[in-house]
């Protein structure tokens, strides 16, 4: 167990939905970063918090947005669903954010149908 | 962006075999870290090693940041061992992951 809690495991929507994944860090990290693992893509870097604010952006889509609240949990909002946004969705956490060991979470796993 | 680049991309051993996988990255990098992805999709941290090597168990890790590589070697195979290795260098922005080696270990 790394101790980042992703939720849920397991998502089902239909194209156009909008759907909402959560993260909480493990205790004392301060950074927050979301990846997506595609069959096409392998693991694309999407976006990092640190400490509420917004600190790199990689490939991450307008219909993709993201946030940290003050207890740093993250989520992450995907909205206007296309087939292939299906895909395992990563959340990490680490103390710094630039030089120190990141964790990952279970993963959640989009099904757009 | 870096560039990193995994070899091989897929590699069969028999158990109890030893396997050598290698990391190659195209810039300067603060850290990298070795991942396996087990066939339940889960994230594994391997390695967190910025230069040097270090051992656990019957893995090591060596990386040769002034040359731009580093290697994964797993010692005595067994099938748990089975599954994607990733190494990801992480640059002031971001923690950059290759494509993969897909790891079989057969009985």
């Known amino acids: 167990d790394s101790g980042v809690t992703q939720t849920p495991k397991h998502l089902i929507t239909a194209t156009g939905q909008r759907v909402t994944l959560r993260c909480s860090p493990r205790s004392g990290d301060l950074s927050v970063y979301w990846y997506q693992q595609s069959l096409d893509q392998g693991l694309q870097f999407l976006i990092q918090y640190y400490n509420g604010e917004e600190r790199a952006k990689g490939n991450i889509l307008e219909r993709f947005s993201a946030q940290q609240f003050p207890d740093l949990h993250s989520e992450l909002n995907l909205s206007s669903l296309e087939l292939g946004d299906s895909a395992l969705y990563f959340c990490?956490?680490?103390?710094?954010?630039?030089?120190?060991?990141?964790?990952f979470g279970q993963g959640t796993r989009l099904t757009v149908v | 962006g870096i560039q990193v680049e995994q070899s091989p991309p897929d590699l069969i051993l028999q158990e109890g075999a030893n396997s050598t996988l290698r990391c190659n990255f195209s810039?300067?990098?603060?850290?990298l870290q070795w991942f396996h992805q087990n066939p339940w999709g889960q994230l594994i941290n391997l390695f967190y090693i910025p230069s040097g090597t270090k051992q656990n168990g019957r893995l090591s890790a060596t990386t040769v940041a002034t040359e731009r590589y580093s290697l994964l070697y797993i010692s005595s195979s067994q099938t748990t061992d089975s599954g994607v290795y990733f190494c990801a260098p992480r640059t002031a922005r971001q923690l950059t992951f290759g494509s993969g080696t897909q790891l079989t270990v057969l009985p």
């Open positions: 990490a956490s680490s103390v710094d954010g630039a030089n120190t060991e990141a964790f």
């Open positions: 810039d300067s990098v603060n850290n």
